[in-house]
């Protein structure tokens, strides 16, 4: 079975920064596109980040200029580079293995203004 943790979480000041980490087992890593999501309280769960089994990235336009997703084939791992960040920014924040069922049990992050 297929398993994503995440990890990187916080509490952080408004205009701090965070990096979030996925670390994934029992796949061939790189051979899947990978993202990051958010669920907010009372708010569905939205796509924040992407990239390719190539490496091309796409963003929600909230994050855009703030946020970076990148990964490393070699140890299994995707990460999440936030940087400016925003009270709105406060959710939880969930890994996950794209076209695929497969998600992380996602990791607090907290932005106090």
């Known amino acids: 079975q297929v398993q994503l943790v995440e990890s990187g979480g916080g509490l952080v000041q408004a205009g701090g920064s965070l990096r979030l980490s996925c670390a994934a087992s029992?796949?061939?890593?790189?051979?899947?596109?990978m993202g990051w999501y958010r669920q907010a309280p009372g708010k569905q769960r939205e796509l924040v980040a992407g990239?390719?089994?190539?490496?091309?990235?796409n963003y929600a336009d909230s994050v855009k200029g703030r946020f970076t997703i990148s990964r490393d084939n070699a140890k299994n791992t995707v990460y999440l580079q936030m940087n400016s960040l925003k009270p709105e920014d406060t959710a939880v924040y969930y890994c996950?293995?794209?076209?695929?069922?497969?998600w992380g049990q996602g990791t607090q992050v907290t932005v106090s203004s």
């Open positions: 996950k293995m794209l076209n695929s069922p497969y």
């Open positions: 029992r796949i061939i890593f790189a051979n899947n596109a």
């Open positions: 990239i390719t089994i190539a490496g091309y990235t």
